[in-house]
């Protein structure tokens, strides 16, 4: 005999049956993939009506937390019972964080999943932001033959009758908190971030710092989401194009963006979707007139970068996306620069230092290797202007082929001295791994760049 299991949220008792948890949890559409035609209808949950109404004053009581505390930072999800007379929403406003407990998770999004749905059916617009549209409107097709269905059914005729009595603007405005809840719970939910972008209207510039501000919680729990950052991008495009900033405060404002980055990067180290963000951000910022964003100011802007993403590379040496992202800082600083050459050699000098310190690390040598690149094909880029924009320090080293000279220099002392390493420490695992990463930078010098080294040193490859 099935037992009712009894639940209160704040006084209100409510039944649940242990069936009806049961499929919450195993037939959450959180995870699934089969969302076509009668196979979806049979995914979908009944749940009853005292579940219903827990479900939104969850909802609201969410809500409610998200809207007060503008300096919340993080959520999550927290593994916990039901307890009596206690709401699942979390919230400590002395560290400002929020979670949910887990046991209303698979009733919170089920219940919000299923009223977002019919309200996406009802959007005139639904049909050209997701594709997830002509699935919606073909699981209603097919005959209804279970009781499952049947249910099913009655509870949604019972929803239409709720949702149906509200107008337009009401009705925009349940989606949109229906979609920030589904978001939160499962951000990689792309027909909940279509529809923020259809009905997200912000009117000022705080309005569209408070949606920043709801994407970095998600983000706190999810920080490597491609949907939150293409978002992100889309609100920062929309406040260009709505002129909600000044434009005296736009690298500021972009600024202020690229500092809010560093959390999901800090989070996940080889977070590549928020290292291309953030040069997104940057670029942006460059192609602005001289009007908008000084030379200066975007030299500095640079500048500053570089400095970062050094102090990043010093602490996560095998992390290949912040060396990445520093190789496309030095390509955008030749184009600032009078003469990039310095810059070029002092970062040579910098992973040289690191390639000894930290030794083993794939990573440096890649990025090594870019770097030489990049300088190469400078030097080949003023070759080609007969000398007209040839860098000031070609003339210290002896001309542009002298200097050329000294690159393939600093590779062959680089190389002599790894491998008098090696053969002075023959038992250490990481000089070991050390020196056969210099063969293969050997041998890609000699196929990519034509540099024979193996004449200078005796090193065999």
Known sequence: MSVIKKVHLKGIPFNILPETLLLAINMSPIGGDERNGS?????????DENVAELCDKILQNLSNTIDKDDLLDEFDIIPCESK?????????????????????????????????????????????TSSSSSTIQSSNSGPRRDSGNIASAKR???????????????RISKGLLLSRALIIINP????????????????????????????????????????????????????????????????????????????????????????????????????????????????????????????????????????HYRQKLLDCMLNFCSDGIPLLLKELDENEKRIFIFEGHESLWHHRRTVILLSINHLKKCKDNNGSNAPLSSEEYGGL???????????????????SKNYNDTENECSQLNFKLCQAHVKWMERRLKWDLTKSVHLEV
Not at 39 to 47: M, Q, S, W, Y
């Open 188 to 323: 990689e939910l792309t027909l909940a971030w279509n529809y923020r972008r259809d009905f997200f209207h912000p009117s000022s510039l705080e309005a569209l710092e408070k949606e920043q501000r709801f994407v970095s919680l998600v983000m706190s729990r999810k920080p490597k989401c491609p949907e939150g950052f293409t978002y992100r991008k889309w609100l920062i495009k929309k406040a260009l194009q709505k002129s909600l900033v000044e434009p005296s405060r736009i690298q500021d404002f972009i600024s202020q963006e690229i500092d809010m980055i560093e959390q999901p990067i800090r989070s996940y180290s080889t977070n590549y979707h928020a290292w291309s963000y953030r040069f997104w951000l940057l670029e942006l910022v460059l192609t602005y007139d001289k009007t908008v964003v000084s030379k200066d100011q975007k030299e500095i802007m640079l500048d500053r970068e570089l400095q970062k993403s050094n102090t990043w590379i010093k602490s996560n040496v095998s992390d290949y996306s912040g060396c």
């Open 84 to 128: 009596l007379n206690q709401s699942p929403v979390i919230h400590d406003l002395t560290s400002h964080k929020v979670a949910l407990e887990s046991w209303c998770v698979p009733y919170l999004f089920k219940h919000s999943y299923h009223q977002f749905l019919w309200i996406c059916r009802k959007s005139r617009k639904t049909s050209s």
């Open 156 to 170: 949604e005729k019972e929803l239409s009758r709720k949702l149906s009595c509200l107008s337009e603007s009401e």
């Open 39 to 47: 196979n979806f209808r049979k995914k979908v949950v009944i749940i």
């Open 401 to 419: 082929e002298a200097l050329e000279k000294t690159f393939q220099d600093k590779e062959s002392d680089l190389v002599q001295q790894i491998e």
